[in-house]
């Protein structure tokens, strides 16, 4: 196993090798091959995590899958590369095929394959779908962004986040790949890490939490098999980030939620196998690879001049939650928070953000973001409570954010948030503090796609302290669709009816959407119902 797990080519640099070197040894149970892998024969169905599209560009886009012929045992594949023949099409009968190849699905990357397809034309629907021998994948649908510098006249795309597998079902996919949209945002808890348990409408595979590739691999397939994510994937592209769960919950750059349970050493190897998961099963640009122990996941990308989107990641350069236990916490106002080293994106992506919204002219400026932005004190009373996992965790390096967005020449900065399970809209401030002060952005938080709110409560008995939060549901998970035009902004809260079975929030595929909530923004304006 040691020798195959090496690639070929010249990108083989020694701190690659090291790093797969140690990933390899994370993989503790090496799944047996089946039995028809020594014939050389390959079983029919070797799509059985469906296919997806990624990251579209003027002229181009990703296209992602992975051969898993046994996808809940390390995929099934033999130890070798299996070439995998593409194509792309303007057309649904693929008439007018655009471009074609064959890529390399390869051992070494959980025989996944990431195929940047260019020479593709701008704003433009396609269709395409992969084969090796006599297996065919499902076709997807894909469609690459505008040209840089084109006006365009609408945008519409969706964003999700926190899909828990075994508390529910993902009925909100089923309706969200109905929708008109160009793009799905992901903004992360893709796979939780949890052990099985015998609880909730659904169970995780394994024995406990993935801890090695091997096991992180199994997680991902048994979320890819999922007929629902896999529609919405064949539906749209998307541009995915991630939160914690993909790696362990609330960890911060190297530091684990519980230090006392995961040594560094441990830690650093489990980091790196949920890195390495998380690349083979996203449909990410392969620059996005890393070095086989970080992936540098923060990006950005436009719409024209109507949108451009920075996509954040919270988790990788943060410095530890302040504080003590970062939930929820009442009399956590400890000067702690306020110390200046303290950071959620590190400095290196922090001026990144900030030199990228200076120097943007798009109409409309969105941060895909992990964790609520805006302040929010749990504590009804005269004393202060925060949750210091988000960015109330990191009130400095905010306010820094939020004064950029004051200076008025970044136009209608809209950030998008996940992690929290639940329907927000806020008013960003300088000075949360200050009723008096002015309205400087807007943040749209996302209801979970499946897992649970146990907070919801807690979150409404201190609604009153919190004037510049104008709504709040935590009852009810689903997505949200957005349209964006010169003029105006659009948010759809889409939701799923509250669940009434214990500790199920979605309990079938089939659930209809109970209500869509609207919000918008007029250009230049402050957010109100729409
Ligand atoms: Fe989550």
């Known amino acids: 196993m ?48 469906g296919v997806a599209s990624g990251d579209p560009l003027s002229a181009s886009v990703l296209l992602w899958t992975r051969l898993a012929p046994d996808p809940l045992n390390g995929g099934g594949m033999p130890d070798r590369q299996v070439p995998v023949h593409w194509e792309i099409s303007a057309d649904e009968a693929f008439k007018k095929v655009a471009r074609r190849g064959t890529a390399h699905a390869r051992p070494e990357d959980g025989h996944s394959v990431h195929v940047e397809v260019g020479g593709l034309r701008s704003h433009a629907w396609y269709w395409y779908r992969f084969r ?12 690459t962004a505008p040209a840089h510098g084109d006006a365009v006249d609408c945008l519409r795309f969706a964003f999700v986040s926190c899909q828990n597998y075994p508390t529910g079902f993902y009925a909100a996919y089923h309706h969200m790949a109905q929708e008109d949209l160009d793009l799905v945002i992901h903004l992360g808890d893709y796979i939780y890490e949890g052990a099985p348990s015998t609880s909730g409408a659904r169970r995780h595979e394994g024995d406990g939490e993935p801890l090695t590739l091997a096991g ?29 769960h993909e790696i362990d919950n609330n960890w911060a750059a190297d530091i684990p939620q519980d230090p006392a349970r995961q040594s560094p050493e441990d830690f650093r190897r489990r980091r790196m196998a949920g890195v390495r998961a998380y690349y083979e099963h996203m449909p990410l640009r392969r620059r996005f690879a890393g070095d086989g122990a970080s992936l540098p996941l923060h990006r950005r990308f436009s719409y024209g001049t109507l949108a451009t989107f920075n996509v954040l990641d919270g988790r990788q350069y943060r410095s530890d939650q302040t504080c003590g236990d970062p939930f929820i916490k009442l009399n956590s106002d400890c000067p702690e928070r306020y110390d200046p080293a303290n950071t959620m994106l590190g400095s290196e992506q ?32 005269a004393a202060r409570g925060f949750n210091t996992d988000q960015w109330d965790g990191y009130p400095v390096e905010r306010r820094r954010l939020l004064d950029r967005f004051a200076r008025g020449d970044v136009s209608n900065p809209v950030v998008i948030t996940g992690d929290w399970h639940s329907s927000w809209v806020n008013e960003l401030k300088q000075d949360f503090d200050d009723p008096s002060a002015p309205i400087v952005g807007t943040e749209f938080a996302g209801t979970s796609i499946s897992s649970a709110c146990g907070w919801a409560r807690r979150v409404e008995s201190a609604l009153g302290v919190n004037p510049h939060v104008r709504y709040f549901d935590g009852d009810r998970r689903g997505y949200v669709r957005c349209e964006v035009t010169p003029e105006h902004w659009r948010t759809d809260f889409r939701l799923l009816p509250p669940s009434s079975a214990p500790g199920v929030t979605v309990p079938s595929r089939d659930v209809p959407l109970e209500k869509t909530v609207s919000w918008v923004i007029p250009s230049g304006e402050s957010v109100q119902p729409a």
């Open 2 to 49: 040691a020798d195959s797990s090496l690639p070929d080519g010249p990108e083989v640099t020694r701190r690659r090798l090291l790093a797969i070197g140690a990933g390899a040894s994370a993989l503790a149970i090496t799944p047996r091959a089946p039995a028809w892998a020594k014939n050389g024969r390959l079983p029919d169905d070797l799509f059985t995590l």
């Open 350 to 381: 922090e001026r990144w953000l900030l030199d990228g919204l200076a120097e943007s002219a798009a109409r409309w400026n969105v941060l895909a973001n992990q964790t609520i932005v805006a302040q929010y004190d749990y504590d009804p009373s």
């Open 132 to 143: 090796v021998g006599k297996s065919m994948s499902r076709v997807g649908r894909t469609r």
């Open 216 to 244: 992180y691999r199994n997680r991902y397939a048994q979320y890819k098999l999922d007929p629902d994510l896999q529609d919405a994937h064949a539906a749209f592209p998307f541009s995915v980030t991630w939160d914690d």
